[in-house]
């Protein structure tokens, strides 16, 4: 919070004046709101008003007639996950519906780019699942998305390209794999074995390329060459008839690469505010 995720977001929308730059978005500049640009844009923001007594039906086709192409209703509320509840007032929605009506009123106009601004935040878990399906649904559709997230699963389960903001700036960007390769990590390899195996465990442990420590029976290994110590610790074992459990390879994960990046402070204490 506070890093300045929304205050980009803004910008490219044209909801938010720039301090200096340039900005392209689909070959507009937004700064200058024009109606061309406002009609290939669909924007779902963190929270949305919508008039208590409309029925859902009724909102898309109200909000959707200011586009000059729509998506069908019917379409809309089965991609969002409302069919069948286009007839109820929006009022008598659940907390987990009216953000599929948020998502929905963001797509009826069959947008080029949707901005999605932490569309999960006060999710619980199985409707954040739900909402990452409905996002991959729309990018199968062809519509770039353009969403902001601090959940660090929710990035790197959805995101094609990251881009890592902290305290105003930009610190980082590339796909997730680009991200985690990036970094001066090494892959853990875990297992337990059987503690009457523990005498000839120095056998493997002067052949792996990585540091291994064993204790009670517990094997960790920090290896830059994961695939190579993974095959000589399974052949080892394999030879011994040996069975391994808990067995684990642990990789670098964005949140890592976030932590690293931001040297383990949260955003706001980098950021000190959410500015442009």
């Given amino acids: 919070n506070g890093a300045g995720k929304s205050t980009t977001v803004e910008i490219l929308e044209g909801h938010r004046s720039r301090d200096t730059g340039t900005v392209q978005v689909l070959g507009h500049d937004p700064g200058a709101s024009s109606a061309a640009f406002r009609d290939r844009i669909g924007i779902v923001l963190q929270e949305v008003g919508i008039e208590r007594e409309l029925t859902v039906r009724?909102?898309?086709v109200h909000y959707g007639a200011c586009y000059s192409r729509r998506r069908p209703v019917d379409e809309v509320l089965e991609l969002v996950g409302l069919h069948g509840l286009g007839d109820r007032r929006t009022h008598r929605l659940s907390g987990g519906q009216k953000r599929r009506i948020d998502?929905?009123?963001?797509?009826?106009?069959?947008?080029?780019?949707?901005?999605?601004?932490?569309?999960t935040t006060g999710f619980d878990p199985s409707a954040r699942r739900q909402a990452w399906e409905m996002v991959d649904g729309l990018r199968a559709l062809g519509t770039t998305i353009v969403l902001t997230s601090h959940y660090m699963d929710e990035v790197q389960a959805l995101a094609d390209r990251v881009l890592v903001i902290t305290g105003g700036r930009a610190v980082a960007e590339g796909t997730p794999d680009e991200l985690r390769?990036?970094?001066?990590?090494?892959?853990?390899?875990?297992?337990?074995?059987?503690l009457e195996a523990d005498g000839?465990?120095?056998?493997?442990?002067g052949g792996l390329s990585g540091r291994a420590t064993v204790r009670d029976g517990r094997l960790e290994v920090r290896t830059e060459q994961p695939t190579a110590d993974l095959h000589r610790l399974t052949a080892w074992a394999m030879e011994r008839k040996l069975e391994l459990t808990d067995l684990e390879v642990v990789r670098p994960t964005l949140e890592d690469v976030y932590l690293d990046l931001v040297g383990g402070a949260g955003e706001a204490d980098v950021g000190g505010g959410d500015h442009g």
């Fill in 58 to 60: 009724e909102a898309l």
């Fill in 103 to 119: 998502l929905a009123l963001g797509i009826i106009g069959d947008p080029d780019v949707l901005f999605l601004d932490e569309p």
């Fill in 181 to 194: 390769g990036s970094m001066d990590r090494e892959t853990a390899i875990r297992a337990r074995f059987p």
């Fill in 200 to 205: 000839t465990v120095d056998d493997l442990l």
